[in-house]
């Protein structure tokens, strides 16, 4: 296994601890999400009210052995996905079917290819750029695709990025062992990652699990 695979690897299972509270990957997990995103479920917390579950769902309704399960839910989650709502009237049952769909074989597949599409993949693109090289710096960049969204407006991971990047505007020294270039000066990569953390916090709130 490649040293890439591995920091990959334990990024996800980090997030999945920030998600969920499990290392491995708790498919059929689904609840009433507090901060207001109607359902939460899967292994990265999809949600009914910013698409992503939805998403899941139609990939998954195109598998072979698909039985319908989420039929009647679909005009609804559309509906929700559309304005961000997170309402979860009309959606009765809802958990009880994704927790059936996750028996299915062909259902871990559609929640991974959707992860990997909306947030993994724009947020390795991000840690290429920074060149970091941990897998916690890599993790937080993970989910904070997730949480935020993997856009370049100030609340998502490009903005995020922009915001912390611009408070070095002179050489950060450290002890982590890597160092980034930011801006043309030398930031260790532990105190960008801190600064980083702080400039989401101060986006997302007290409530923002990564930090």
């Known amino acids: 296994v490649s040293t890439e695979a591995c920091s990959m690897l334990i990024s996800k ?7 969920s509270g499990f290392l491995g990957s708790y498919t059929g ?10 359902y ?12 992503d579950a939805l998403e899941v769902i139609k990939m998954f309704s195109q598998s072979a052995n698909y ?3 989420f039929d009647k839910y679909i005009d609804t ?5 559309e304005s961000g709502s997170g309402s979860t009237e009309g959606l009765d049952g809802y958990c009880d079917a994704w927790l059936e769909a996750s028996s299915d074989l062909n259902f871990y597949p559609a929640q991974i290819a959707v992860a990997n599409a909306l947030y993994m993949n724009p947020s390795l693109q991000y840690a290429g750029k920074l060149k970091v090289e941990y897998a916690v710096s890599r993790a937080v960049l993970y989910d904070t695709a997730i949480v935020n969204g993997a856009g370049d407006d100030s609340d998502g ?5 922009q915001a912390t990047n611009a408070q070095f505007t002179k050489k950060a020294t450290g002890d982590s062992g890597r160092t980034l270039s930011i801006n043309g000066v030398k930031v260790d990569e532990m105190i960008w990652l801190s600064k980083f953390l ?4 101060s986006k997302n709130g007290a409530g923002d699990k990564a930090n």
């Open 67 to 69: 039985t319908g399960v």
């Open 40 to 51: 939460a479920s899967g292994y990265i917390s999809f949600t009914t009210a910013n698409g």
């Open 198 to 201: 702080d400039v989401r916090l």
């Open 157 to 161: 991971l490009g903005g995020l990025i």
């Open 13 to 19: 299972q980090i997030v999945n601890l920030y998600q």
């Open 77 to 81: 989650l559309e509906k929700y996905a």
């Open 29 to 38: 997990r689904c609840e009433k999400d507090d901060s207001g995103s109607g």
